[in-house]
């Protein structure tokens, strides 16, 4: 594949030479927006964002920079909130309601807090002391119910036609 060669910047290159070349481009040419450095690395503008913040959190991207170009921690939110309107710009009017239905589903389900190293231990742990106390005999009789009860097509469908979840309301006392 030939590689294209513009203002010095090769298309082709590794992410180190393109961050190094980017380095070299804030540095020559403080100056330039991200816009313009993605243009000449032939990269996305969003992938230079990404570069920029490494640069950043390895205080390797001058102060001046920063301050110029008022780079600040809610850009990244910014652009892809941009590229989400622009992907469902594309789609169809069913596909773009499922995608908002989807970020009200995230929206109400908030991300769990950061699990420790030693929550995660804990976490095991209480599974590998569950999973050894398991009956098999129980646990064999409950696979073998469940077999028999899907063979018996006593089961019932968990979605519609379309895909939708439907509920079903419990008609046996256990």
């Known amino acids: 594949m030939p590689q294209a060669n513009v203002g010095g910047f090769r298309s082709e290159r590794s992410t180190a030479e393109r961050i190094q070349a980017l380095i070299k481009g804030v540095r020559d040419a ?14 996305s503008e969003r992938t230079v964002y990404r570069y920029l913040r490494l640069l950043e959190s390895t205080n390797l991207l001058p102060a001046s920079y920063i301050r110029r170009q008022r780079l600040h921690p809610s850009f990244e939110q ?6 989400i309107t622009r992907v469902a710009e594309t789609m169809p009017p069913i596909r773009v309601r499922q995608l908002y239905e989807f970020a009200l589903f995230l929206q109400t ?3 769990p807090t ?3 190293l030693a929550d995660i231990e ?7 002391a569950q999973f050894a106390a398991t009956d098999t005999d129980k646990l064999a009789r409950l696979v073998a119910s469940v077999e028999k009860e899907i063979a018996e097509s006593g089961t019932l469908p968990m979605f519609d036609e379309r895909g939708e979840f439907v509920e079903h309301k419990c008609t046996q006392k256990r």
């Open 122 to 128: 804990a976490d095991e742990a209480l599974w590998e």
């Open 78 to 83: 910014q652009e892809l909130i941009k590229a």
């Open 114 to 116: 950061e699990e420790t």
């Open 30 to 43: 403080g100056n330039q927006p991200p816009k313009r450095l993605a243009e000449k690395l032939w990269v």
């Open 109 to 111: 389900h908030p991300l």
